[in-house]
């Protein structure tokens, strides 16, 4: 029993630890593995050693109440026994005998929930995806997810990564919902989670073809191009740009103070590379460019796990409850008839009990 509190008090410090600094890699640390086995095995021999006990503690409960003294006197022992729900069992009688299995749901319990626990972080599907405006972003069941809107802050400036989705499940239902750091969104079997965030180039391309803008999304190296040949390639994306003593002195920070982009132009002959600004327009292979300011965009983190792993968690939560109930609230009792009257003893200190039951054949009398 020590040893076992000695290790969830381990654990639980090991989690504190990993939730106060921010340290995810601990749950999958050698040491976390060890004392979970640990206390997994120290929670089955608990459990299977109460099984064997259980014998032993009526035989000494039932002795116990036969040795003892008379501490309620009852003429008709036989009907009081019965009116109180008592179940002879050889000599003695007893009452609430499933109590004796209290203690044995609430090992029980904790071994089915660290079992969840494992099957959960050891089954479930982890992909981080990267989601832009408007492009749909399909899932492996059918879900299609399209990213509304993604913002930084709420609307009194505090720092609040949120993103805005639509989702349309394969049953053809459409929901909505968002995603911030603290506050997963569930969709049927994915879990969402907020992870974080970087700036992505945000150009638009308009063509004699189709004069109205298409914005296209850049986190990496691209080609943009109408014949395979004229057009740009874009590189990189820098945070803050300045010039100091004559030179240019760029930053990849992914605060957007003064940024640019880093761009080869190719159109006919020319074939120039360097620093594009937002609000820039380049023409190129009768395409036009438009440059605009950087973006956020969210990185998610989508995880899946079996139904089966939820219908055990719930389980192990539905048994605890029961086994705290049985320990609690529904004590076993042992009774004893003698000349006198009956002796009655509990498997925990029942001085309340008896002095409910003498007041009650006081008001019966």
Same mark, same amino acid.
């Given at each position: 029993?020590?040893?076992?509190?000695?290790?969830? @008090?381990?654990?639980? =410090?090991?989690?504190?630890a990993a939730?106060?600094?921010?340290?995810?890699?601990?749950?999958?640390?050698?040491?976390?593995?060890?004392?979970?086995?640990?206390?997994?095995? !120290?929670?089955?021999?608990?459990?299977v050693l109460?099984?064997?006990?259980?014998?032993? /503690?009526?035989?000494?409960?039932?002795?116990?109440a036969i040795?003892?003294?008379?501490?309620?006197?009852?003429?008709?022992?036989?009907?009081?026994?019965? =009116?109180?729900?008592?179940?002879?069992?050889?000599?003695?009688?007893?009452?609430?005998?499933?109590?004796? *299995?209290?203690?044995?749901?609430? &090992?029980?319990?904790?071994?089915? @929930?660290?079992?969840?626990?494992?099957?959960?972080?050891?089954?479930? +599907?982890?992909?981080?995806?990267?989601?832009?405006?408007?492009?749909?972003?399909?899932?492996?069941?059918?879900?299609?997810?399209?990213?509304?809107?993604?913002?930084?802050?709420?609307?009194?400036? !505090?720092?609040?990564?949120?993103?805005?989705?639509?989702?349309?499940?394969?049953?053809?239902?459409?929901? /909505?919902?968002?995603?911030?750091?603290?506050?997963?969104?569930?969709?049927?079997?994915?879990?969402?989670? /907020? /992870?974080?965030?970087?700036?992505?180039? *945000?150009?638009?391309?308009?063509?004699?073809?189709?004069?109205?803008?298409?914005?296209?999304?850049?986190?990496?190296?691209?080609?943009?191009?109408?014949?395979?040949?004229?057009?740009?390639?874009?590189?990189?994306?820098?945070?803050?740009?300045?010039?100091?003593?004559?030179?240019?002195?760029?930053?990849?920070?992914?605060?957007?103070?003064?940024?640019?982009?880093?761009?080869?132009? @190719?159109?006919?002959?020319? +074939?120039?590379?360097? *620093?594009?600004?937002?609000?820039?327009?380049?023409?190129?292979? %009768?395409?036009?460019?438009?440059? &605009?300011?950087?973006?956020?965009?969210?990185?998610?983190?989508?995880?899946?796990?079996?139904?089966?792993?939820?219908?055990?968690?719930?389980?192990?939560?539905?048994?605890?409850?029961? %086994?705290?109930?049985?320990?609690?609230? &529904?004590?076993?009792?042992?009774?004893?008839?003698?000349?006198?009257?009956?002796?009655?003893?509990?498997?925990?200190?029942?001085? +309340?009990?008896?002095? &409910?039951?003498?007041?009650?054949?006081?008001?019966?009398?």
């Amino acid at each position: 029993m020590r040893f076992g509190m000695l290790l969830l @008090l381990l654990i639980a =410090a090991l989690c504190v630890a990993a939730t106060v600094l921010d340290l995810a890699s601990i749950y999958s640390s050698w040491y976390f593995i060890t004392l979970f086995a640990l206390l997994a095995v !120290n929670l089955l021999l608990c459990s299977v050693l109460r099984v064997f006990n259980l014998g032993k /503690q009526r035989q000494a409960l039932a002795q116990q109440a036969i040795s003892g003294d008379v501490n309620l006197p009852v003429r008709d022992a036989d009907a009081w026994l019965k =009116a109180h729900h008592f179940r002879a069992e050889g000599e003695t009688y007893v009452r609430n005998a499933f109590g004796f *299995l209290g203690s044995f749901f609430v &090992h029980f319990a904790m071994l089915l @929930l660290m079992a969840a626990a494992a099957c959960i972080f050891l089954l479930a +599907d982890t992909r981080d995806a990267v989601l832009f405006p408007a492009e749909p972003f399909p899932l492996a069941d059918g879900t299609i997810l399209v990213l509304d809107s993604f913002s930084l802050s709420d609307e009194s400036g !505090n720092t609040d990564y949120r993103s805005e989705l639509s989702a349309l499940l394969p049953d053809g239902t459409e929901v /909505q919902g968002s995603v911030t750091v603290n506050h997963p969104l569930k969709l049927g079997r994915y879990k969402l989670y /907020q /992870q974080n965030y970087a700036y992505a180039a *945000l150009i638009g391309v308009k063509t004699a073809d189709a004069p109205e803008e298409e914005l296209i999304w850049l986190d990496e190296p691209a080609t943009l191009s109408l014949d395979g040949e004229n057009g740009i390639e874009y590189y990189q994306l820098f945070g803050n740009v300045v010039e100091q003593n004559g030179e240019t002195m760029v930053s990849r920070s992914n605060e957007m103070i003064h940024p640019a982009y880093e761009v080869r132009v @190719l159109d006919g002959e020319k +074939d120039e590379t360097g *620093l594009i600004f937002p609000g820039t327009v380049v023409q190129a292979g %009768g395409v036009t460019y438009v440059f &605009h300011d950087p973006q956020p965009y969210p990185g998610l983190r989508i995880k899946t796990q079996p139904e089966w792993t939820l219908v055990l968690l719930y389980l192990s939560f539905a048994l605890m409850l029961l %086994g705290l109930y049985l320990c609690f609230f &529904h004590i076993p009792e042992a009774a004893y008839g003698k000349a006198e009257g009956l002796s009655i003893v509990g498997r925990k200190d029942i001085t +309340d009990r008896l002095e &409910h039951y003498k007041t009650e054949m006081e008001t019966d009398s």
